[in-house]
């Protein structure tokens, strides 16, 4: 929501020109803390991919709200942007595969995420594509909170140490854990979600009392509590929080190789989250 409790008129549309590429390189960097001299995303790179089955979704801020049909473009000021390309299962179903998407500081929190994220659904099923896929840090509540809740995604697989040592600055001095977040573009609960006014509750409704690295499940079901804020846990307990996200993925790995999967991320306090798995989330 903006300072005068409005939210901005947001405008998204595939792009594919220099120029916006070149703008969408500026957020990047912005968002993810880069020099100019880092060669992790550059303008040539997407233009052909927003060329060539990939799709370079932006938000513009300014605009008329809603996806704008290309061609149909209007001088508004670039907020953000998602990246993906086209990949293939073992099976042979296609899918945009979500490399990576950035809204500029100023504009979070304002649903700018939101509208992006609903107009790479609709370029996807324009272009005769039902999922869309893309990873997460597991310990990011915030995060998991807007792919799961907000979304209406699920995390259908555990990899650990995704990237390796080659790490964001977010991520300097810890493992490269990803949550493997499948969004099927067609389920009930997305289509519902795509055209739901933005907002509603981010915590945890009922009563539900959980500690951070505890699990509870049953044969279809289980809570499983993190930090609200691992950031903060973090500098906080750095002797423990090794341990602890051990202890997390741990018992996410067992919940997930035994069919169940991730539907909900919700804050319950001012220190803890709670993801819930369910086995009648998977498609």
């Known amino acids: 929501m903006s300072r005068t409790g409005i939210l901005p008129r947001i405008e998204v549309r595939l792009i594919s020109e220099p120029a916006d590429c070149d703008r969408c390189v500026s957020v990047y960097r912005e968002v993810f803390g880069l020099a100019p001299s880092d060669g992790s995303l550059n303008a040539r790179l997407l233009t052909a991919l927003g060329r060539n089955s990939g799709m370079v979704v932006g ?3 300014g605009g008329t709200r809603g996806v704008v049909p290309p061609g149909q473009h209007s001088h508004a000021e670039l907020v953000g942007f998602a990246l993906s390309f086209l990949a293939r299962q073992d099976d042979g179903r296609l899918y945009q595969y979500s490399q990576t998407a950035a809204v500029l500081p100023a504009w979070q929190g304002q649903s700018v995420g939101r509208a992006m994220k609903f107009g790479q659904r609709s370029a996807a099923l324009e272009a005769g594509i039902d999922l869309v896929r893309w990873t997460f840090d597991p310990l ?3 995060n998991a909170h807007f792919n799961l809740d ?6 259908t697989s555990l990899a650990r140490d995704f990237y390796g040592p080659m790490a964001a600055p ?3 001095g810890e493992p490269t854990d990803r949550f493997v977040v499948d969004w099927e573009l067609l389920r009930p609960a997305v289509a519902a979600r795509a055209v739901a006014r933005p907002g509603g509750p981010t ?5 539900v009392s959980i500690a951070p690295g505890e699990l509870r499940a049953t044969a279809d079901s289980a809570l499983l509590g993190l930090p609200a804020d691992w950031r903060r846990f973090r500098s906080s307990s750095p002797a423990t929080a090794g341990r602890l996200r051990d202890r997390i993925l741990g018992h996410a790995q067992e919940l997930l190789n035994a069919g169940l999967v991730a539907v909900s991320c919700r804050r319950l306090d001012r220190d803890t989250a709670v993801y819930r798995f369910t086995r009648e989330g998977r498609p």
């Open 140 to 142: 990011r509540s915030v």
């Open 170 to 172: 977010d991520d300097r």
């Open 203 to 207: 915590c945890e409704r009922g009563p």
């Open 59 to 61: 938000a513009f801020v």
């Open 150 to 155: 907000v979304l209406g995604a699920s995390v």
